[in-house]
């Protein structure tokens, strides 16, 4: 049980075969990937390669047909039972009739935190992700973004070690996602969690990621994992020293070579 | 306002036609009544005094808006309300077991819709029998119900408002299905994600996303109340409330009193529906949503 338990997450030999109408389906095979306390890894890949399927068994949404994982050296199951993570998906999911502070409550309602640490808990979440002074608002009297920040407090409401999220920001525009981007990194710096962060965008990937995992479909698999060299220190113009373009460069080969064979 | 406007308007053009076409036909359908009546008198009026006289008879066949507006008007507010020819006497003992019923009616369908949603067995059980139900006519159930319970010594109010029952719990029962299944898949996820309880689930996700769909059906299920308490008033032996009304005005072929209590019934059902709508409205307010 107790594999290696410096590791926040750790995958071996993981396969998840869905069945389908059309006949079975490989939306992963043969993963082995560890992640350690503090990283920041990114998972990226076309559609279908199983980079949310990965992120959805981390979170135990999705049951593993071989191979294993562990979650702070527990199952998943036993990881969500215990609350080791805070999930943000790729739509906000607010509860529309709750106000933005009733919706970073929710958690904390279900897992039973007191009135007075609930409130405290909101007032540092909200303001973490610069939020502060729209508690009484309706989701619908927030803009997308503002959206997405108060799906993110919730899911650091109750302080989970991991965040998980998928593809947050990909329903928003590229001026609203490089301001998000730059505050998720500030947070990150902040708050010291573990972060696994699925994209479809190269420039995010590269710009947040200690560690950026390459997938590639059909079967669902891992064709690369590249260290990223840059600083933990990141203004948004890193994006044009070469030394970023080089990582970026490297993270498209091994998308295309990922392809390579389909075409 | 302009919005008010632009809805009281053609709502009032289609009722002055209306209206219109009402005289017309009762004009037409009296007419032959009224040739008898005169050809035995003797008598031989000219065309407008003979269409004043269509508009007048005491038990025509289609009475004029206006005899059934003047009825109206006298037996709601020229009578002592609890006197047994006011109709708003008649719309009391209707709306009470209407409102019993319907109560009744709106916590079984809620019940038998979380039953439902939650439990796979019921689901697949329950559904057909209650769509059976709604194919069985109203009018062969209520007398039985009436003597049935009769037999075992409950009378009154209460078998009245089960036949409301009958008919109202079932638009509860496809709404709230249907708004407790209302939650997206990303929302059962991230509850999931937290473990929370079955009960957690229904309290803070499902129940607050059915409320919406609760109190559309409400509307429909309050209209259907109505219904079933003045079916249910017909073989109750003609005592009191719109449906005794209507029974013994058609005995003695009353049709001015069928027509206004007829209106009476429209009127309360009216006001139900407008009333659940109010509610829903401000319970959505006070639930945040975007002012329409």
Not at chain 2, 29 to 39: A, V
Not at chain 2, 80 to 88: A, E, F, G, M, Q
Not at chain 2, 161 to 182: C, D, N, Q
Request: proline share 6%.
């Amino acid at each position: 049980m107790t594999s290696d338990s410096a590791n926040v997450v750790s995958a071996e030999k993981l396969g998840l075969t869905f069945q389908t109408n059309d006949g079975p389906v490989q939306a992963l095979t043969d993963v082995d990937l560890s992640i350690r306390k503090g990283e920041f890894v990114s998972f990226i890949g076309p559609s279908g390669c199983g980079k949310t399927t990965f992120l959805r068994v981390i979170a135990d949404l999705e049951k593993p047909t071989t191979g294993s994982i562990y979650v702070n050296g527990m199952t998943p199951s036993q990881a969500r039972r215990k609350r080791a993570y805070g999930y943000v998906f790729q739509a906000p999911a607010l509860f529309p009739w709750r106000t933005i502070e009733r919706n970073v409550a929710l958690p904390l309602e279900i897992m039973g935190i007191s009135g007075a640490d609930q409130k405290a808990r909101i007032a540092r979440t909200l303001d973490l992700v610069n939020l502060a002074g729209f508690e009484k608002k309706y989701p619908w009297q927030l803009s997308g973004g503002m959206q997405q920040r108060a799906s993110i407090a919730r899911a650091l409401a109750f302080d989970a070690d991991l965040l998980l999220m998928d593809e947050p920001f990909g329903a928003l525009d590229e001026i609203v996602r490089d301001h998000l981007n730059k505050q998720l990194l500030e947070l990150w710096a902040r708050t010291d969690k573990t972060i696994c962060f699925v994209t479809h965008s190269i420039p995010e990937a590269v710009y947040l990621s200690t560690r950026i995992v390459v997938m590639s479909p059909r079967p669902g698999r891992v064709t690369d994992v590249i260290e990223s060299t840059l600083p933990k220190e990141r203004p948004l113009h890193i994006r044009d020293t070469p030394e970023f373009l080089e990582i970026a460069h490297r993270v498209r080969e091994g998308l295309h070579a990922g392809h390579s064979y389909e075409d | 306002m302009d919005s008010t406007r632009d809805k009281v308007v053609p709502v009032l053009t289609i009722l002055g036609g209306l209206v219109i076409v009402w005289y017309v036909f009762a004009v037409i359908l009296n007419t032959p009544f009224q040739r008898d009546l005169d050809r035995r008198a003797g008598e031989d009026p000219g065309t407008i005094e003979f269409i004043g006289k269509t508009l007048a008879q005491p038990k025509p066949i289609l009475p004029a808006p206006h005899q059934v507006a003047i009825n109206f008007f006298q037996s709601t507010f020229m009578v002592k309300p609890w006197s047994v020819r006011s109709l708003v006497y008649h719309a009391w003992v209707t709306l009470s077991s209407t409102l019993l019923g319907f109560a009744f009616g709106t916590a079984l369908g809620i019940l038998i819709a979380v039953g439902i949603v939650h439990v796979t067995t019921l689901d697949r059980s329950l559904m057909p029998w209650i769509i059976a139900s709604q194919t069985i006519p109203i009018l062969a159930i209520a007398p039985m119900v009436i003597v049935v319970l009769a037999a075992v010594g409950i009378t009154g109010l209460i078998p009245k408002a089960l036949i409301s029952t009958y008919l109202s719990f079932f638009p509860v029962v496809v709404g709230m299905v249907k708004g407790l299944r209302s939650p997206e898949i990303i929302n059962l996820d991230l509850m999931h994600t937290y473990n929370a309880s079955r009960s957690q689930i229904f309290w803070k996700l499902r129940a607050p996303a059915a409320v919406p769909f609760l109190f559309t059906s409400m509307k429909v299920a309050v209209a259907a109340s109505l219904v079933g308490a003045i079916v249910g008033e017909l073989p109750t032996g003609a005592v009191a409330g719109i449906g005794a009304k209507l029974l013994s005005a058609s005995y003695y072929s009353a049709t001015i009193d069928i027509w206004s209590a007829l209106v009476a019934g429209s009127v309360v059902a009216a006001l139900l529906v407008m009333i659940v709508g109010i509610a829903g409205r401000l319970v959505d307010r006070a639930m945040g949503a975007r002012p329409a």
